[in-house]
């Protein structure tokens, strides 16, 4: 999981924390992930995070269930660099689950190891479709306007920043820098990468405005609390 955001765009909302650790209806938003991540049987979840914060991650997110380790970036990695210094910390061969702790997805994620598993693909994306922040104008070709639609999902997919990383794919992510912009365009490019689409539930946290939704989903959806584990 990365956890190196520094929530610049969020402001005073962010009280001075990470972005994964500002709390949504009382949870830490990396809860959300490790909560579900525990319900598809995961037991160990590795946070890569700036030096310094490893302890904050650690108490935040204890008691979910899983045990968490922080790894400490003592200068900034990228996410790239930071999922190949998370991986360097695993117990066990496989592929890995990758996410970013600062959004809110619903995805299946035993169908999705499954889909990968079947695809023999390097890695799996998990992408999705969003919303037009504007309403959209129908145009015929002479000009004519025919018609509005208020916000509707747009035809491209995107990247939702949830992986499954085989071996080959996590040999290739860089010591420093983006995955983005080098493993994925090269294993895209040899046909290596597979896409699994979410037509489900995903918030990304970077405004005021979007932790102000994503604290209203919440409180309308009392099951997406994370249930903190007894010692």
């Not at 990695?77 to 360097?88: D, E, N, V, Y």
């Not at 169908?111 to 990968?116: K, P, Q, V, Y």
């Not at 994306?125 to 919303?131: D, G, K, P, S, T």
């Not at 000009?143 to 995107?158: K, Q, S, Y």
Request: charged letters at 25%; proline letters at 6%; a negative charge.
């Amino acid at each position: 999981m990365l956890g190196g955001g520094r929530a610049e765009r969020l402001g005073d909302a962010a009280q001075g924390l990470p972005k994964p650790l500002v709390p949504v209806a009382g949870f830490p938003l990396a809860g959300y992930g490790v909560s579900r991540l525990v319900e598809c049987g995961v037991t160990r979840v590795i946070v890569a995070c700036r030096a310094g914060d490893e302890e904050a991650f650690l108490q935040a997110l204890s008691g979910l269930g899983a045990e968490v380790e922080a790894v400490g970036e003592d200068e900034p990695l990228g996410r790239g660099g930071g999922l190949r210094l998370a991986a360097t910390r695993r117990q066990e061969e496989g592929p890995v689950l990758a996410l970013n702790g600062d959004e809110l997805l619903d995805v299946d994620f035993r169908a999705l190891l499954s889909e990968h598993e079947g695809s023999g693909a390097a890695a799996t994306l998990v992408i999705a479709q969003v919303r037009s922040p504007f309403g959209v104008v129908e145009v015929e070709d002479d000009g004519t306007i025919t018609g509005f639609r208020e916000a509707p999902l747009l035809e491209h997919w995107v990247n939702s920043g949830v992986y499954v990383l085989g071996e080959e794919a996590l040999a290739l992510l860089p010591e420093k820098g983006d995955h983005e912009q080098s493993t994925f365009p090269q294993l895209a490019r040899e046909r290596r990468l597979h896409a699994h689409r979410h037509d489900g539930v995903w918030l990304t946290v970077n405004t005021p405005k979007d932790l102000r939704r994503a604290g209203d989903f919440m409180e309308a959806h009392p099951e997406w609390r994370p249930q903190k584990q007894l010692a």
